[in-house]
């Protein structure tokens, strides 16, 4: 009996540990009410870093409206040339024989170059608007994922350590049955193992749980500490994959769609280049005592002798095709995705059926029968710690399935987000 009491110690310290933390936990969660999934989608939209950083583009690409109709700034030029120092003179400076020009000059665009960069503007800032609302649909996907991901750990821990304080009992049971001789050492000692891997498994458990909430809390920004963490005990229901009407356009594709008419504005004005602009400019000169005041007007023409813009006009045409087929792989991506998770979430419905109805049922009534069973001598030790171990893999394995069926029906509804 002796070599025994190191597994037993050992065991006893893993139950000890594992029944600890539930009792950590709830005290650290104390003070934070339970968050649900749309309380939840509520802080995302004020604190995720990925959305703020999407709506800091849309501010940027507001800013490019304004700069892509400035108009060209008029050049001011004032010189003072042909000055002879040998010769002086007695008045002011005015009167001294020096040329004092100065000059006004202002480039007028044509070929509509202004309003065709308006207009990729305004389809850049239609596109950054989609893109913040395409952030948000992912954000609030990798949201419902962490929230389903807690919900199951919390409920996985719950089951855990209800096994753990059942096999601890059992182990302590078995030990007191070894020392008064009823159970041999070696059925002790299988109570003790099988007790300290259930002990393993509710640490496991709560480190599972543990990492749920870090990540629940990063996708809200960590202005919550991860401990406090909580979510309420309702799953979402079937009716989360209400799918979307089907003239509406997911904002991915709209998105797409903005970007084509990007291009092809940028496609116009890198092809109005080849208007010419033209300079006007004015001048005033003074210069006495010959000439003392003059005018002048000047017109500049560029001559396309060294670059005729052909690289330009072929960049912008082979970005306006990228952005045609992007908008065409956004809209094969989303109708593949829609479909998969239709699949995904019609296999999960069905596993969490037969798991619910017939294997969980069928594993309580063999994890009861192996317990009267074991107490009469009906049932040998080892298929006794596989009934129980095939009861608590039935009730971990529900719970997985549940949270499956939630988090398909969540991606299927937010697959067919629309603005």
């Keep these: 009996m002796r070599p025994l009491l190191p597994l037993r110690r050992l065991t006893r310290h893993l139950l000890t540990a594992a029944l600890l933390l539930p009792a950590l936990s709830q005290a650290q969660t104390a003070d934070t009410p339970p968050l649900s999934l749309p309380e939840a989608e509520k802080r995302?939209?004020?604190?995720?870093?990925?959305?703020?950083?999407?709506r800091a583009a849309v501010a940027g690409a507001r800013a490019g409206i304004d700069i892509a109709g400035?108009?060209?700034?008029?050049?001011?030029?004032?010189?003072?040339?042909?000055?002879?120092?040998?010769r002086n003179s007695s008045g002011g400076?005015?009167?001294?024989?020096?040329?004092?020009?100065?000059?006004?000059?202002?480039?007028?665009?044509?070929?509509?170059?202004?309003?065709?960069?308006?207009?990729?503007?305004?389809?850049?800032?239609?596109?950054?608007?989609?893109?913040?609302?395409?952030?948000?649909?992912?954000?609030?996907?990798d949201l419902a994922r962490a929230w389903v991901d807690l919900r199951a750990a919390r409920e996985?821990?719950?089951?855990?350590?209800?096994?753990?304080?059942?096999?601890?009992?059992?182990?302590?049971?078995?030990?007191?049955?070894?020392?008064?001789?009823?159970?041999?050492?070696?059925?002790?000692?299988?109570?003790?193992?099988?007790?300290?891997?259930?002990?393993?498994?509710?640490?496991?458990?709560?480190?599972?749980?543990?990492r749920a909430r870090i990540e629940l809390a990063r996708?809200?920004?960590?202005?919550?500490p991860a401990s406090t963490l909580d979510t309420t005990d309702d799953w979402p229901g079937d009716d989360a994959a209400a799918p979307a009407p089907a003239e509406a356009e997911r904002v991915d594709i709209l998105a797409a769609r903005q970007r084509v008419a990007q291009a092809g504005a940028l496609r116009e004005l890198a092809r109005a280049q080849r208007t010419r602009d033209v300079s006007v400019g004015v001048q005033y000169e003074?210069?006495?005592?010959?000439?003392?005041?003059?005018?002048?007007?000047?017109?500049?023409i560029p001559l396309f002798l060294g670059y005729d813009y052909r690289g330009d006009i072929a960049r912008s045409e082979a970005d306006y095709s990228a952005a045609e087929q992007q908008l065409d792989a956004t809209r094969q991506a989303v109708s593949a995705e829609q479909a998969q998770l239709q699949a995904e979430l019609a296999a999960a419905r069905a596993r969490h059926a037969r798991l619910r109805d017939v294997v969980l049922p069928a594993a309580e009534r063999a994890g009861r029968g192996a317990d009267i069973a074991i107490q009469k001598g009906g049932m040998s030790l080892t298929d006794y710690l596989d009934t129980q171990r095939n009861l608590r893999a039935a009730r971990i394995e529900t719970i997985q399935a549940r949270a499956d069926v939630a988090r398909a029906a969540l991606m299927l509804r937010l697959a067919g987000a629309t603005p």
């Excluded at 891997?197 to 709560?206: C, E, H, I, P, T």
Aim: a neutral charge.
């Design 70 to 86: 400035a108009r060209p700034n008029p050049v001011v030029t004032a010189s003072v040339t042909s000055i002879n120092p040998a």
């Design 219 to 224: 996708l809200l920004g960590n202005r919550v």
């Design 93 to 141: 400076y005015w009167e001294r024989p020096a040329d004092n020009v100065l000059r006004v000059d202002q480039m007028i665009e044509r070929g509509d170059k202004r309003d065709l960069r308006l207009a990729a503007a305004d389809r850049n800032l239609a596109a950054a608007g989609f893109d913040l609302d395409n952030t948000i649909r992912l954000a609030r996907i």
């Design 286 to 300: 003074h210069y006495p005592p010959d000439a003392r005041n003059t005018y002048g007007f000047s017109v500049s």
């Design 44 to 54: 995302l939209l004020d604190a995720n870093p990925t959305i703020l950083q999407a």
């Design 156 to 210: 996985i821990r719950r089951i855990a350590d209800e096994n753990a304080a059942l096999a601890r009992r059992a182990a302590d049971a078995a030990d007191v049955r070894g020392k008064a001789g009823d159970l041999a050492g070696v059925d002790v000692a299988r109570f003790a193992a099988d007790a300290a891997r259930v002990a393993n498994d509710a640490v496991q458990a709560g480190l599972a749980l543990s």
